[in-house]
């Protein structure tokens, strides 16, 4: 089985790259499932049902969400209609949608998404390792492969959430930094896992924004309104794929095999 995942989509730049390059790269790459962080999609901040709507009918199966994923009231109402779209599963009890997904992928293998979110310099929500424990119990046994969004800004809350994981599911990405790690590979216990799968979207401003904006925030302090980047678009994914034939993992599930950065640009 082969998984897409695309890291985090940001603005306008980041929709039509993934417009522009993801049909082809399932083709050509013959993926069964593809999962994205949507959470910037909508100029930066938030996603919108219009744009959730559109992102999933462009080929992306899950999206997955973080802090952003609130900045737009709209989607307050969407959120619990649409189940393909995540928000982290660890903020508080009663917010609208939900932080996991189960389906079915093209090659009928049966799949779950968990979207999480880390604590350190971020909202004090609740605990995402904990929270990982109590929504992995509730999954079906059926369930074979299993993809973690880990939505974190420091290193080590996410490389200690790989090693915490290693083992129960098929894949941890972690995302929201929107620069890529070069730390891809597959843990002991059959986890595939990097630090941060990196940006799709303008790299030509401070991760995903006006460089000129967020320079000038630096300089004076004062609160701003930032637009989005232009220029160097990319898309930076990772590519998964399972070992299907070979033993299962401690829960039953997909063990990975390898775990490949990609990054696809528009010329
Ligand atoms: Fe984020």
Not at 18 to 46: C, K, M, P, W
Request: glycine share 10%; aromatic share 6%; hydrophobic share 40%.
């Amino acid at each position: 089985m082969r998984v897409l995942f695309v890291g985090d989509i940001v603005g306008a730049p980041g929709r039509l790259v993934v417009r522009d390059r993801l049909a082809d790269v399932v083709s050509q790459r013959q993926i069964d499932l593809v999962i994205a962080n949507g959470e910037n999609s909508a100029s930066g901040f938030g996603i919108t049902p219009r744009l959730a709507d559109e992102l999933l009918k462009d080929g992306i199966d899950v999206l997955t969400g973080g802090n952003h994923s609130w900045d737009r009231k709209e989607i307050l109402e969407y959120l619990p209609h649409e189940p393909r779209l995540l928000r982290p599963a660890n903020f508080p009890e009663g917010n609208p949608g939900s932080g996991l997904y189960v389906g079915t992928a093209k090659n009928g293998v049966k799949y779950a998404v968990l979207n999480l979110q880390g604590r350190v310099f971020m909202t004090q929500i609740d605990d995402p390792f904990r929270k990982a424990d109590s929504e992995l119990e509730k999954l079906p046994a059926d369930v074979a492969f299993v993809l973690v969004d880990m939505h974190a800004e420091t290193t080590s809350e996410k490389v200690a959430m790989g090693w915490y994981l290693d083992g129960r599911v098929t894949v941890m990405v972690g995302t929201h930094t929107h620069v890529a790690t070069a730390d891809e590979h597959v843990l002991p216990q059959g986890t595939a896992y990097i630090t941060d799968v990196g940006m799709t979207g303008p790299h030509g401003g401070v991760i995903g924004m006006d460089k000129e904006g967020i320079v000038r925030k630096f300089l004076n302090g004062l609160p701003a309104r930032f637009d989005v980047a232009s220029g160097d678009v990319q898309m930076n994914c990772v590519l998964v794929e399972t070992d299907d034939d070979g033993p299962r993992n401690a829960a039953g599930r997909l063990r990975a095999r390898s775990i490949e950065r990609l990054r696809f640009c528009i010329d």
